[in-house]
């Protein structure tokens, strides 16, 4: 499975993924009015990225504790204004330090 | 903020100029990008155990621009799964985008043509989804194409850098390095979260039922894409029922 079959399943992902994003467009032509589906689709977006990060930091931090720390640490530095970038350093960097002293 | 006075210049512009919206969308899409070189690190190793080469990796996750999906995938390649195999965990992973797709259509100017609101809707991921509904007034297709052409190329190198020179790192550094993505995902939610109690209360019970379903025996077994699409739909209906918009001549003037 080396060469070829590497391929086709990259043109399958590729294909798929892209599908999946375009297909809502392809549907959806004007603005929404259902009051409650507005407002499903404004929380949509917040849901799925909460939903995401936890527990899912806790398995990638390497340490539960390291990744709880993280989490904690993002939200507070996010919550005081810093950007997307800062955010990440600092909980990259509190993994890091918790690894060390552990 | 450079940036934001950008994103205002370039909203105001909206389509007459669309190499305003190309840059402010590289440049909001900088710090996205930084993490997803870091990211894409860890991707890359993962990607190296099934075989890739750094090229393989670059284009895969160019054209691909999906984490979970994409970690997915490469680890079911490791194991020469069936395509239906592969086609049914990218599709589960990247449901999400289903709904981003849906709610991004909000911000199209009604006489946005087809191929564009199509472009356009490739770039989602979910930080470029996250900086496009914050895009004042209508979204511009040059922006989100700003942003993928910057951040979707620092994923692609992020992967090749990764395959190549992936287990040159000690373990450490990968596993703060694999944090970089959810800290992009934190600073994304907690701003609206601040301004809105509604989003606040949103994204807590997502981090608490969320881990609740991960760990509670009878609901372990669910994979996270699955997991990931139940919870949206129900909270993201929830809250939408408990805590709706404000009705619609509001939104006009956005």
């Known amino acids: ?102 | 903020m450079m940036t934001s006075r950008e994103r205002n210049t370039a909203s105001a512009l909206r389509e007459r100029n669309g190499a305003s919206a190309l840059f402010a969308g590289a440049c909001d899409a900088l710090p996205i990008g930084l993490g997803y070189l870091a990211v894409a690190f860890s991707l890359g190793i993962t990607a190296r155990n099934a075989g890739l080469t750094p090229l393989a990796g670059f284009l895969s996750s160019l054209l691909t621009r999906a984490s979970a999906g994409e970690y997915a995938v490469y680890s079911l390649m490791g194991n020469c799964a069936a395509y239906l195999e592969i086609v049914a965990v990218c599709f589960i992973a990247n449901l999400r985008y289903l709904l981003m797709g849906a709610a991004l259509t909000q911000k199209f100017s009604p006489d946005m043509p087809e191929w564009k609101r199509i472009l356009s809707a490739c770039c989602i991921t979910d930080e470029i989804f996250g900086i496009s509904v914050a895009y004042k007034g209508y979204l511009p297709l040059s922006y989100p194409i700003g942003a993928t052409l910057l951040a979707g190329t620092m994923w692609g190198l992020g992967t090749a850098l990764g395959i190549s020179a992936g287990n040159v790192l000690p373990p450490s550094v990968v596993s703060a390095l694999s944090v970089a993505l959810y800290g992009m995902f934190i600073a994304i939610v907690i701003p609206p979260a601040k301004k809105d109690k509604a989003v606040l209360v949103v994204v807590v019970s997502g981090f608490l039922f969320s881990w609740m379903l991960a760990r509670i025996p009878l609901t372990s077994g669910i994979s996270p894409g699955v997991r990931i699409v139940i919870l949206t739909l129900a909270i993201a209906a929830a809250a939408a029922l408990i805590k709706p918009l404000p009705d619609e001549e509001k939104e006009e003037s956005v």
């Open chain 1, 1 to 102: 499975m080396r060469d070829n079959g590497i391929w086709i399943y990259i043109v399958l992902m590729a294909l798929v993924t892209n599908l999946i994003r375009i297909l809502p467009v392809t549907v959806i032509r004007k603005k929404i009015r259902s009051r409650f589906l507005r407002s499903f689709l404004y929380y949509v977006p917040y849901v799925t990225l909460a939903v995401m990060t936890f527990p899912a930091i806790m398995d990638a931090a390497g340490s539960p504790l390291a990744g709880l720390a993280a989490l904690l640490v993002g939200i507070v530095a996010a919550w005081t204004g810093l950007g997307l970038f800062p955010v990440s350093i600092i909980c990259c960097v509190s993994v890091f330090v918790l690894g060390l002293v552990s």
